[in-house]
């Protein structure tokens, strides 16, 4: 697979509209690793072959468990994973496949539950940035690294 179109070098600004919310959320004080579940989740769903090896790469260098990414996309089936990481995976799942069905109220009143609100700002937008890179990269097809 050949990429068809290298991005930051035909569109700078385009690029950077992306990176300046990737900044935005490295200020949020979202949790790092919580962002990587967040990303390597959505970019599962999203079956983004770049992202996914990127991300499951970054947790693993940030100590995340191999058996935890293993099993993130059965993380429903495992005890594994916090409260917080659930309601957060959730989420994430639900704004992701949003296509013919919203977010339900309760997805999203367990996110609440178990984030603040500046949490779940943060955490909305880096389930919007994700989607925007997975379909970036899918549709330009991205090389592995």
Known sequence: MEQRLDLAKTDPEAYQAMLGLEKYIAKSGLDK????????RASQI???????????RDAMKMGETAQRLFLLDAWRETKLFTQKERAVLALTEAMTSIAGKPVSD????????????????????????INGWNRIAITLEKPLD
């Open 46 to 56: 999203n079956g983004c072959a770049y992202c996914i090896n990127m991300h499951t």
């Open 106 to 129: 309760e997805i999203y009143m367990e996110a609440k539950v178990h984030l603040t609100e500046k949490e779940l700002a943060a955490v909305i937008m880096a389930i919007v940035a």
């Open 33 to 40: 690793s919580l962002y990587e579940l967040i990303k390597t």
